[in-house]
Structures are given as C-alpha cells and as structure tokens.
C-alpha cells in the first residue's frame, strides 16, 4: 500500500504560481510513475502531468505545458507540481495519483483545493 498526502493548494490571483506537493508513504519502492490529475467543478477528473518515478520522464497535457513543472525529490518521496500564470481555468482540486505499472494509477490522495481568481 501506498498513502499520498497533498499540500499547496489555496487561493490565488490570475497570473499567480502556486507549488503542490504530493507526500508518499508506504511501499514507495513498487511505484512505476506519479501523476497529478484535477477536477473542476461539474467536469470530468483530467490528467495534469506525471513523472516517471525513476528516470524522470515527464508528460503534461497541453493545457498546461509551459506553464507548469512537474519534479520529484526521491530522497523525500515527494513529487511536486510547479504551477505558473494561473488561469482561473486552472481553478479545480487537484489530485495526486501513484501507478504500481505503466497500466494504471492504484493510490489516489485526497486532494486539495486550488482557486484562481480573475
């Protein structure tokens, strides 16, 4: 088992950066890849970005690239979503997500909020 902690979410200004983190617990040695999935209000959960637990590969939806870093520190088993020029479009909960394989993500955190206003 795995249990994901998030933190960084908050109130913010359009053209804002905000930092998430994503804080694993457990049997961290067995993940494959981690991602950070949100949802908006009255919409479907979307994939944000995600990154390869080691190695580093990284993918992001097009929506946010250029604007956003997706890192992690494997020493803190932390993986962390750098967020820059917020839109209000980017207002939803965000959520931290762990594979145990390339199939599918097993460990889903309880997600945090995250508002931008115009």
């Known amino acids: 088992q795995v249990q994901l902690v998030e933190s960084g979410g908050g109130l913010i200004q359009a053209g804002g950066s905000l930092r998430l983190s994503c804080a694993a617990s457990g049997r961290t040695f067995s993940l494959y890849r981690m991602g950070w999935f949100r949802q908006a209000p009255g919409k479907e959960r979307e994939f944000v970005a995600a990154?390869?637990?080691?190695?580093?590969?990284?993918s992001y939806v097009d929506s946010v690239k250029g604007r956003s870093t997706i890192s992690r520190d494997n020493a803190k088993n932390t993986v962390y979503l750098q967020m820059n020029n917020l839109k209000p479009e980017d207002t939803a909960v965000y959520y931290c997500a762990a594979a145990a394989s390339s199939f599918a993500y097993n460990y889903w955190g309880q997600g945090t909020q995250v508002t931008v206003s115009s």
């Open positions: 990154i390869r637990w080691n190695g580093g590969s990284t």
